[in-house]
């Protein structure tokens, strides 16, 4: 997608051919800030830290981590090692583990002087592939969109709510949630979202905002709490929003505070759907409450980065805004049950959110295999 109209992805092989760029996610709105991976470790912590964020960029630049440890040790006692360590970084989104899962499965075989060569070829194809299928969820999301815009009268908005970043900054390209929506664009059907601020790291105002306003998609960012009250006024005709794991069963396990825009839309008759690759299908749960939910540091909530307006225009900086020597919780994740949840747009097509519609996408996609 683009910045400033120029096409960029989130991250990309360097031109040495060996390290690693991304987009730094945390200096977004702001600033646009490209970060250079050459270690195991740079790649852990831009993962830990949510310099890249979202199940699909997760996934990819761990593919991309192992790779640059094994330029140091190609063994399989370091690749296992190295795994693990990627693996501790984010517990909750399932495309990490299954990433690291298609790398080793690919490399094991090989002779260690030809893993390295190999794990590169793989890395790419796990982000070529990224690229294909959020388009291709895009593609079956249109036709959500076009079935409202054939219900409402010529030229008339489509209003659609999202929650926290589902774009294509959480991917490669084109995104989750938001790839309806930019085929809907241009498509020419005219639509407008509802962007979720998201707290506590505002990656609905700050990454969601930021990604529709460069691409010239009409949008407003909105407090978490007043998504209940537009769908109460009819503002909003249906919501979508991604994934970092979903259960066999069809749970749905997203950014805090997914649930409670889920009961607001089963409670006012407005379609919930759930945009995500197949790879972010955990098929070893039946029940998404058994999904772990990442807890991230108090200072999150406690406290915000901001860019001052006034006389210092320009600085960013990090203030306190909460009560001072008061303590917080923050649960970065929570589990919205299937029996909300209206169906999952992934890159075969529309299924419903339930044991038996997964197992059948599950038969699908065995056979394509």
Avoid at 21 to 36: E, F, R, S
Avoid at 84 to 112: C, F, G, K
Avoid at 134 to 161: Q, S
Avoid at 251 to 268: E, F, P, Q, S, W
Wanted: proline content about 4%.
């Amino acid at each position: 997608m683009r910045i400033n109209g120029i096409e960029k992805q989130t991250i990309w092989l360097n031109e040495d051919g060996w390290s690693v760029d991304i987009i730094d996610q945390t200096a977004l709105p702001h600033k646009l800030a490209v970060v250079n991976l050459k270690t195991l470790d740079d790649a852990a912590y831009a993962i830990q830290a949510m310099l890249v964020r979202g199940a699909p960029l997760i996934g990819a630049t761990a593919a991309y981590g192992l790779c640059l440890a094994l330029k140091d040790d190609a063994s399989n006692e370091a690749m296992s090692k190295a795994c693990d360590y990627l693996n501790e970084q984010r517990p909750t989104a399932v495309n990490l583990r299954w990433a690291l899962s298609v790398m080793t499965n690919h490399l094991n075989p090989l002779p260690e002087d030809t893993r390295l060569e190999a794990a590169y070829k793989k890395a790419a194809e796990i982000v070529a592939d990224d690229i294909e299928t959020n388009r291709l969820i895009g593609v079956h999301g249109l036709e959500l969109i076009k079935n409202i815009a054939a219900k409402k009268g010529p030229g008339e908005t489509i209003n659609v709510l999202t929650h926290c970043n589902a774009g294509w900054l959480a991917t490669t390209q084109w995104g989750t949630a938001t790839s309806p929506v930019y085929h809907a664009a241009k498509a020419g059907i005219p639509v407008h979202v509802w962007v979720d601020e998201t707290r506590p790291r505002n990656q609905g105002a700050s990454l969601t905002a930021y990604e529709l306003g460069h691409e010239g998609i009409p949008h407003t960012i909105i407090v978490d709490n007043a998504g209940g009250h537009l769908m109460q006024h009819g503002k909003v005709d249906l919501c979508i929003v991604g994934t970092d794991r979903t259960a066999a069963n069809g749970d749905v396990c997203n950014k805090i505070g997914t649930y409670l825009k889920a009961l607001a839309a089963h409670d006012n008759n407005i379609p919930f759907y759930v945009a995500l690759p197949s790879t972010t299908i955990d098929w070893t749960l039946n029940n998404g409450f058994d999904i772990p939910i990442e807890e991230r540091g108090q200072e999150e909530v406690l406290s915000i980065t901001g860019r001052l307006s006034g006389s210092t225009k320009g600085e960013v900086v990090t203030i306190d805004i909460a009560a001072s020597g008061s303590p917080a919780a923050n649960p970065a994740f929570d589990v919205t049950p299937a029996k909300y949840v209206s169906g999952l747009i992934t890159e075969k097509g529309v299924v419903e959110a339930t044991s038996v519609g997964l197992a059948e996408l599950k038969t699908e996609l065995e056979n394509v295999a």
